[in-house]
């Protein structure tokens, strides 16, 4: 089966100061986690997997199309959807119409996800579809980028530390959702989370970066459950 992401040799960074050196994972249909200190390169991952990183060199392919040199845009058609630290929503403009933009996408690639669809996922979005996003709460925010990624209707979601500023019993709530859309969509995640425990339970394996290299891949029973993970988190500092 071909792998939802497959990552040879990575290396890039910025300007000449190489970040990520010789990386290379996978992601199948499954949810895989990042972890790592801060600095350690996990961000700058992401940011080349979207194409907003440019590739030094080594391979980043995804359902078997190679995407070295696609540009972001290219990349979302094929299927990689980008959740950055930080929400980045279109403030000034409704719930309902961040979610339709989005869809743009969506229907080039034949999505079938819908705005109903979201706002079953999240009914507190249903609620506040036509007001302004820039008046949401930290939750809400990080809930419409979650479904507006989705709309673009990936095959894989690209997840970037999620929990940063939320409550815990928000943050518990939103990694819960992500398990749903794995579940019931089959979308293949890669995550990026500062906080092992709120996500041990709903990951399949899991890579440590150290200093821009993968020191660890192995799942999350393997790594000793979510105090070895936790472990290998705070090893990682």
């Given at each position: 089966?071909?792998?939802?992401?497959?990552?040879?040799?990575?290396?890039?960074?910025?300007?000449?100061?190489?970040?990520?050196?010789?990386?290379?994972?996978?992601?199948?249909?499954?949810?895989?986690?990042?972890?790592?200190?801060?600095?350690?390169?996990?961000?700058t991952?992401?940011?080349?997997?979207?194409?907003n990183?440019?590739?030094?060199?080594?391979?980043?392919?995804?359902?078997?199309?190679?995407?070295?040199?696609?540009?972001?845009?290219?990349?979302?058609?094929?299927?990689?959807?980008?959740?950055?630290?930080?929400?980045?929503?279109?403030?000034?403009?409704?719930?309902?119409?961040?979610?339709?933009?989005?869809?743009?996408?969506?229907?080039?690639?034949?999505?079938?996800?819908?705005?109903?669809?979201?706002?079953?996922?999240?009914?507190?979005?249903?609620?506040?579809?036509?007001?302004?996003?820039?008046?949401m709460?930290?939750?809400?925010?990080?809930?419409?980028?979650?479904?507006?990624?989705?709309?673009?209707?990936?095959?894989?979601?690209?997840?970037?530390?999620?929990?940063?500023?939320l409550?815990?019993?928000?943050?518990?709530?939103?990694?819960?959702?992500?398990?749903?859309?794995?579940?019931?969509?089959?979308?293949?995640?890669l995550?990026?989370?500062?906080?092992?425990?709120?996500?041990?339970?709903?990951?399949?394996?899991?890579?440590?970066?150290?200093?821009?290299?993968?020191?660890?891949?192995?799942?999350?029973?393997?790594?000793?459950?979510?105090?070895?993970?936790?472990?290998?988190?705070?090893?990682?500092?």
């Amino acid at each position: 089966m071909t792998p939802a992401l497959e990552i040879t040799s990575l290396s890039t960074g910025y300007l000449k100061a190489p970040v990520l050196r010789d990386v290379s994972l996978t992601v199948g249909n499954e949810i895989v986690a990042v972890l790592g200190a801060n600095g350690a390169g996990k961000t700058t991952l992401l940011r080349a997997i979207s194409g907003n990183l440019k590739t030094w060199s080594g391979t980043i392919t995804v359902d078997g199309h190679d995407l070295r040199h696609s540009t972001p845009w290219a990349r979302a058609k094929r299927g990689v959807a980008h959740v950055p630290e930080g929400r980045h929503t279109f403030g000034a403009m409704s719930v309902k119409d961040n979610l339709d933009v989005a869809g743009l996408v969506g229907r080039k690639r034949g999505n079938r996800i819908t705005r109903d669809q979201i706002y079953d996922l999240f009914p507190r979005l249903g609620e506040r579809g036509d007001q302004l996003a820039g008046s949401m709460s930290g939750g809400e925010q990080q809930m419409l980028v979650i479904g507006r990624a989705l709309m673009t209707g990936p095959s894989l979601l690209l997840v970037d530390e999620m929990s940063a500023g939320l409550a815990p019993v928000t943050a518990r709530t939103l990694v819960e959702s992500l398990s749903t859309i794995h579940r019931e969509l089959g979308i293949a995640m890669l995550l990026v989370e500062q906080s092992p425990h709120l996500i041990a339970d709903v990951v399949d394996r899991v890579y440590v970066l150290e200093r821009g290299t993968t020191t660890i891949d192995g799942t999350v029973d393997d790594i000793g459950g979510a105090d070895g993970l936790a472990a290998v988190y705070l090893g990682a500092h």
